[in-house]
């Protein structure tokens, strides 16, 4: 099964995990700590499967790399006036 298949059982279940609890709330009430407890962590998981689905959904589309637009104008010569020439030495010196 792909990712999008569990996460869409998962959600399934979820539902039936919520019309349960509502079920739950109207035979026992809602003001008890065990089925306020109850209700809390199922609108957590809720929230956690929601956050699945969007990080999944981030993974499934790849970025497009920022493209950057290098000029074709030669670079200010003043750049360079306090480097070498990689591989041929300083001006002033010889090679061995």
Same mark, same amino acid.
């Given at each position: 099964? =792909?990712? #999008? %298949?569990?996460?869409? /059982?998962?959600?399934?279940?979820? %539902?039936?995990?919520? @019309? /349960?609890? !509502? @079920?739950?709330?109207?035979?026992?009430? /809602? +003001? +008890?700590?065990?089925?306020?407890?109850? @209700?809390? %962590?199922?609108? #957590?998981?809720?929230? !956690?499967?929601?956050?699945?689905r969007?990080?999944? !959904?981030?993974?499934? $589309?790849?970025?497009?790399?920022?493209?950057?637009?290098?000029?074709?104008?030669?670079?200010?010569p003043?750049?360079? $006036?306090? =480097?070498?020439?990689?591989?041929? +030495?300083?001006?002033? @010196? #010889?090679?061995?």
């Amino acid at each position: 099964m =792909s990712v #999008h %298949d569990d996460l869409t /059982s998962v959600q399934r279940c979820l %539902d039936d995990l919520t @019309r /349960s609890v !509502s @079920r739950l709330e109207q035979q026992l009430g /809602s +003001g +008890g700590l065990d089925m306020r407890r109850v @209700r809390a %962590d199922a609108d #957590h998981l809720r929230e !956690s499967v929601q956050l699945l689905r969007a990080a999944a !959904s981030l993974q499934a $589309t790849p970025a497009k790399p920022e493209l950057v637009t290098i000029p074709d104008t030669p670079y200010d010569p003043k750049l360079w $006036t306090d =480097s070498d020439d990689e591989g041929l +030495g300083a001006r002033d @010196r #010889h090679a061995p």
